[in-house]
């Protein structure tokens, strides 16, 4: 058996959404791409391999696309040309840029039946999610897909945190590193990468000794999540009381707060009974809330200050993340 990445029994699950989070290096994409060629030279069928953004396609990456496993198909002419992919003289794949998706609705894709996006959980840099993403390659995939069952997509990308825009659309929550991960009936899987082999051999190379011991080699070794740790994380007391509610991207969050201890608790638990509704950004603005920022709200900077004191806890590594957020928006 392969040290690296092998999709084939993920395919046995027969999910339409599947979320391959794998180490770094681990083969993901080497072996997406391995699978599409295939595929297409046996059925004719054809791919979508999706970007967020068109300049992750510039500086001649798509047509490097084949080049790592051009010597898998001696055979065959693999190549690149604008934004098509050909083998043999034949259409056997499309580029898209997820942020330009919206121009590709009147197109038709009769004959693809995989899309494969790539790194769809982004790092801290310069690259950002998209505003509604998850709405972007919805409508995506029903521009391919249109009617038909049997187009399957494959995420893929490096252990960087559960929190992201797909995660917490689908109320996704991963218990433990499970491999295979199921939901919605099973049409989502999230499968989480682990092979000890390749995870032996990485810790054998010179840069595998070097980084040994640190939370980048948990990271890209272990395929632990980059940026998410279990400080801070608890369960509301209960002692505790709804304070407020605090709403963010059309989700609700309960503050609450355990005065005997001293402590608040974010959690998606919320009491019907507190009117204090406060919004964030302008798109959760309502007449039931208040829109507020950090430095105008005596109740949203003493909440902010308790967290800069590490007395704000909270009920999952989802809540701690988008709380993050939440904090960094108040105080621009």
């Not at 058996?1 to 339409?16: P, Q, R």
């Amino acid at each position: 058996m392969s040290m690296f990445y092998d999709g084939n029994e993920t395919l046995t699950h027969n999910a339409l959404f599947n979320f391959i989070v794998g180490n770094r290096g681990a083969g993901k994409t080497y072996w997406s791409t391995g699978w599409a060629i295939k595929d297409f030279l046996k059925t004719g069928k054809q791919f979508v391999y999706v970007r967020r953004y068109d300049t992750e396609f510039e500086n001649g990456k798509k047509e490097q696309f084949f080049d790592a496993i051009k010597e898998q198909f001696p055979d065959n002419e693999l190549k690149v040309k604008g934004y098509k992919a050909y083998i043999d003289g034949e259409i056997c794949g499309h580029f898209l840029a997820l942020s330009k998706a919206k121009i590709e609705k009147s197109t038709s894709f009769p004959n693809v039946n995989k899309i494969i996006f790539d790194e769809f959980v982004l790092d801290k840099g310069n690259y950002y999610y998209l505003p509604d993403e998850v709405t972007n390659f919805l409508d995506l995939y029903e521009t391919v897909a249109r009617a038909r069952q049997d187009v399957r997509v494959f995420f893929l990308s490096n252990a960087i945190t559960v929190t992201n825009p797909y995660f917490l659309f689908f109320n996704i929550l991963l218990n433990g590193q499970k491999r295979f991960n199921k939901f919605k009936n099973g049409d989502i899987l999230v499968e989480m990468v682990q092979n000890e082999d390749f995870i032996k051999m990485k810790k054998q190379t010179r840069f595998g000794k070097l980084i040994s011991g640190t939370s980048y080699s948990q990271y890209a070794i272990d395929n632990k999540f980059l940026r998410d740790n279990n400080d801070f994380l608890g369960k509301k007391t209960g002692k505790s009381r709804h304070y407020f509610t605090l709403k963010y991207n059309g989700n609700d969050y309960g503050i609450w707060k355990d005065s005997s201890v001293g402590r608040y608790f974010v959690s998606k638990d919320l009491d019907p009974s507190c009117k204090m509704v406060y919004s964030i950004t302008l798109d959760d603005h309502t007449p039931n809330t208040m829109l507020l920022k950090g430095g105008k709200s005596l109740i949203l900077k003493g909440f902010i200050d308790n967290y800069k004191l590490g007395n704000v806890y909270f009920e999952s590594m989802n809540l701690k993340n988008i709380t993050y957020e939440i904090i960094r928006l108040s105080l621009i």
